[in-house]
């Protein structure tokens, strides 16, 4: 199995982060098949997959934000106003995804990318673990 780390700086507003230039070029290490598991190691921060530049990153923060407001309602109350609220995101939008590779190249759909999804405003720096589990025929 191969593994690798990524960081990324999120910055200090909610973000969906792109991560599938750095996905497809780890997949290129192999030519062959095999699954790409993609995990971030945070309480605050998860993974989707989908379409990003035509409004659903946007989209997906506005409905993180209508189901998960950055109010005073959160028991979980250390950092800025709602920090709470980023620790019940990973229920939603989980830490981990998934990719098949097929000779070397990610198998998703024509408009699909794999993203980083981060309410956390006060922790900027998130790091990634990329593993790939190559087909051992």
């Keep these: 199995m191969l593994s690798s780390t990524l960081t990324v700086s999120t910055g200090a507003r ?30 605050t921060a998860g993974l989707a997959i989908l379409e990003t530049g035509a409004g659903s990153d ?16 959160w028991r979980h109350r250390h ?21 098949p590779v097929l000779r070397g190249r990610l198998a998703l759909g024509t408009w699909q990318s794999i993203c980083l999804v981060d309410l956390n405003v006060d ?5 990634i673990r990329l593993s790939l589990l190559a087909d051992a025929s």
Excluded at 31 to 36: I, R
Excluded at 123 to 127: A, D, F, G, L, V
């Design 123 to 127: 922790n900027h720096t998130r790091t």
């Design 14 to 43: 909610d973000v969906v982060y792109d991560l599938t230039r750095e996905c497809e070029q780890f997949a290129a290490e192999t030519e062959g098949d095999g699954l790409l598991h993609v995990f971030v190691p945070h309480a």
């Design 58 to 73: 946007d989209d997906l923060l506005s409905a993180l934000q209508d189901l998960l407001p950055a109010d005073d309602r």
């Design 79 to 99: 950092g800025t106003r709602g920090h709470g609220r980023s620790h019940v995101m990973p229920a939603l939008v989980p830490p981990y995804a998934t990719v």
